[in-house]
């Protein structure tokens, strides 16, 4: 697929097939996106794949909002960055995600990113767990210096989402 397809091609999907996801793709997505620049080469995002569906879509409470397509996805990538290794690490996540978004897209995949970061449960209670929290609880093997920035949901889409509307205007593009 070229490059300018894959940017087109990549929709935040809300709706999959249910069709399995096979993990040789996640992996190859998984080592793309492992090439995603970072400040000062420090390299601290970590990437962990879920394949197991209780917990995949388990992580659809991470938050009583915007997270229960996880319910219905195939896999799902948790992105974890170290914060001691990097003040930048919440944007060398970013970096990773996106990339990692569109290498999957090249799959055949689809994907949205589900926020977690200071994010609570609960979006009406501010005395709720934290998603940070959930998510570890939830996955014990994320080791316990990296903090949860996002996570990735994964599936066959069931649906062709509409390509992004056209570009609105020239006040986002300037050329001096
Ligand atoms: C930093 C970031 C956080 C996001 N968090 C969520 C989220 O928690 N839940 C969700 O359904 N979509 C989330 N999205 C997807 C956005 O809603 C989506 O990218 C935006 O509406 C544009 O649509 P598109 O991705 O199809 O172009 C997030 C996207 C980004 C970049």
Known sequence: MEFKEVVKRRRSTRRYTGKPVEVEKLREAMELALLAPS?????????????????????????????????????????????NASPMWQTNASIMATILQLALVEQGLATCWVHVGDYLTLKDNPDSQRSEDYVKELIPEIPADYRVWCVISIGYADYTPKPLPDYEGPDRLLFL
Do not use: F, P, Q
């Open 39 to 83: 400040s000062k080469n420090t390299r601290s995002t970590r990437l962990m794949a879920v394949t197991n569906l209780e917990k995949v879509h388990a992580l659809g409470r991470l938050r009583d909002w915007g997270a229960s397509l996880l319910e219905e996805a195939g896999a799902a990538i948790v992105v974890l960055g170290d914060e």
